[in-house]
């Protein structure tokens, strides 16, 4: 049983002062109607005794970051409620204010199970306190969620037309020719005109706006994405929604401040922003922070699909794209060659195709783009791979 993974939960009874607990793993729900969940608790613990006594327990679910409260809890230290937020549930149990989620509960059923008692409670109260990722018990280890490859990835290129406009360069032809590839590309910025219209599939085009007002000149053009910074843009997705268009809020230099940053995230899922960018900026995103953030943000996102745009930093950004594939996410927001300090698109179908995730993007197109540009430019791309076939 050892080998069977499971979340991690703190399991109370008690009342005023004589609060008692225990860490189990054997939780389980059992109805929805009414709310009904189990825990296995041995016989010759008190926590069991004073559990048939009362007729009540809770059960607070906790985070990646309280496996050391859930040890606190499995050994023999004489005041273990000490130092966290706890508070009486309706029945008097404690509950852990700042867990991933807690029960309050009355003993419904008990059960003999072996030199367990399966107890049954009726879930009186509940909450989710906070969302972020929750701790895991495995073989007699505590761990967190290690996520497998995506099964694909897509990118978007969102910094290529505007950085060829300030030079100067003609970009109608190569913007069609990376949307061809399969690419989404972002047409227009927030001061440019309108886009020309393209029979292309509009899910292949964005444009990046300020205003609820733009949704229309949007439209006209046959766009089908609008790209917004996060803030007060509550109208462009109510516009945007109405007008059949999916939505893309940016959160920029997210890696500076994680904390605010899943709570923005938790509300632009909750308004139906269809896609939620981290963008990494002047703070400089690290593998571990990269997993950190993404962990955390990706259960709060709640049904929004998350992207990352990462730039290349020392050699770091491939690291920091492979991190987040293993973190669940598989959209990225680049840049053909990397001219605006982005992590190219080629570079990241290069590590896809290293790894066996599979792209709907054409990474041999995106080369011949990335090289015929090399002759434009003037000098050799900062991207890393384009000169690669494979």
């Given at each position: 049983?050892?080998?069977?993974?499971?979340?991690?939960?703190?399991?109370?009874?008690?009342?005023?002062?004589?609060?008692?607990?225990?860490?189990?793993?054997?939780?389980?729900?059992?109805?929805?109607?009414?709310?009904?969940?189990?825990?296995?608790?041995?016989?010759?613990?008190?926590?069991?005794?004073?559990?048939?006594?009362?007729?009540?327990?809770?059960?607070?679910?906790?985070?990646?970051?309280?496996?050391?409260?859930?040890?606190?809890?499995?050994?023999?230290?004489?005041?273990?409620?000490?130092?966290?937020?706890?508070a009486a549930g309706p029945t008097g149990s404690p509950v852990l204010m700042d867990s991933v989620g807690w029960l309050d509960c009355r003993v419904a059923?008990?059960?003999?199970?072996?030199?367990?008692?399966?107890?049954?409670?009726?879930?009186?109260?509940?909450?989710?306190?906070?969302?972020?990722?929750?701790?895991?018990?495995?073989?007699?280890?505590?761990?967190?969620?290690?996520?497998?490859?995506?099964?694909?990835?897509?990118?978007?290129?969102?910094?290529?037309?505007?950085?060829?406009?300030?030079?100067?360069?003609?970009?109608?032809?190569?913007?069609?020719?990376?949307?061809?590839?399969?690419?989404?590309?972002?047409?227009?910025?927030?001061?440019?005109?309108?886009?020309?219209?393209?029979?292309?599939?509009?899910?292949?085009?964005?444009?990046?706006?300020?205003?609820?007002?733009?949704?229309?000149?949007?439209?006209?053009?046959?766009?089908?994405?609008?790209?917004?910074?996060?803030?007060?843009?509550?109208?462009?997705?109510?516009?945007?929604?109405?007008?059949?268009?999916?939505?893309?809020?940016?959160?920029?230099?997210?890696?500076?401040?994680?904390?605010?940053?899943?709570?923005?995230?938790?509300?632009?899922?909750?308004?139906?922003?269809?896609?939620?960018?981290?963008?990494?900026?002047?703070?400089?995103?690290?593998?571990?922070?990269?997993?950190?953030?993404?962990?955390?943000?990706?259960?709060?996102?709640?049904?929004?699909?998350?992207?990352?745009?990462?730039?290349?930093?020392?050699?770091?950004?491939?690291?920091?794209?492979?991190?987040?594939?293993?973190?669940?996410?598989?959209?990225?927001?680049?840049?053909?060659?990397?001219?605006?300090?982005?992590?190219?698109?080629?570079?990241i179908l290069f590590l896809a195709g290293q790894l066996e995730v599979d792209s709907s993007v054409d990474r041999a197109a995106l080369i011949a783009s990335?090289?015929?540009?090399?002759?434009?430019?003037?000098?050799?791309?900062?991207?890393?791979?384009?000169?690669?076939?494979?």
């Amino acid at each position: 049983m050892a080998q069977w993974p499971s979340g991690v939960v703190i399991v109370t009874t008690g009342d005023a002062g004589h609060w008692h607990g225990m860490t189990a793993s054997a939780f389980s729900s059992v109805s929805l109607d009414p709310p009904m969940v189990l825990v296995c608790l041995a016989r010759g613990t008190r926590t069991h005794h004073l559990v048939t006594e009362r007729g009540s327990f809770a059960v607070s679910i906790l985070g990646k970051d309280q496996a050391a409260l859930g040890r606190r809890f499995a050994g023999h230290e004489p005041d273990r409620f000490s130092g966290n937020a706890w508070a009486a549930g309706p029945t008097g149990s404690p509950v852990l204010m700042d867990s991933v989620g807690w029960l309050d509960c009355r003993v419904a059923h008990a059960y003999p199970g072996g030199d367990h008692t399966i107890f049954v409670g009726e879930v009186l109260a509940a909450a989710t306190p906070r969302r972020v990722a929750p701790v895991l018990f495995h073989s007699r280890t505590w761990s967190q969620l290690a996520d497998p490859l995506p099964d694909h990835i897509a990118v978007a290129d969102t910094g290529l037309l505007a950085v060829l406009r300030a030079r100067g360069f003609e970009v109608t032809r190569l913007a069609r020719t990376l949307r061809a590839a399969g690419m989404r590309v972002r047409l227009a910025d927030l001061h440019g005109e309108a886009p020309p219209r393209d029979e292309l599939d509009p899910a292949t085009a964005s444009a990046l706006i300020a205003r609820a007002d733009q949704v229309a000149g949007v439209v006209r053009a046959g766009v089908g994405v609008v790209e917004f910074m996060a803030g007060s843009q509550d109208r462009i997705v109510v516009e945007a929604q109405r007008s059949g268009l999916a939505t893309v809020a940016h959160l920029p230099d997210a890696f500076a401040e994680p904390d605010r940053v899943v709570s923005m995230v938790a509300r632009l899922a909750s308004l139906g922003c269809d896609e939620i960018t981290l963008e990494e900026g002047g703070s400089p995103a690290t593998p571990v922070g990269v997993r950190r953030l993404l962990q955390d943000a990706a259960a709060a996102a709640d049904g929004a699909a998350l992207r990352v745009g990462l730039r290349e930093r020392h050699g770091i950004g491939l690291v920091n794209a492979l991190v987040a594939m293993k973190s669940g996410v598989w959209r990225f927001d680049t840049t053909l060659g990397g001219v605006d300090g982005a992590l190219p698109a080629e570079d990241i179908l290069f590590l896809a195709g290293q790894l066996e995730v599979d792209s709907s993007v054409d990474r041999a197109a995106l080369i011949a783009s990335a090289t015929e540009l090399e002759s434009s430019w003037g000098s050799v791309l900062p991207g890393r791979t384009y000169r690669f076939t494979c």
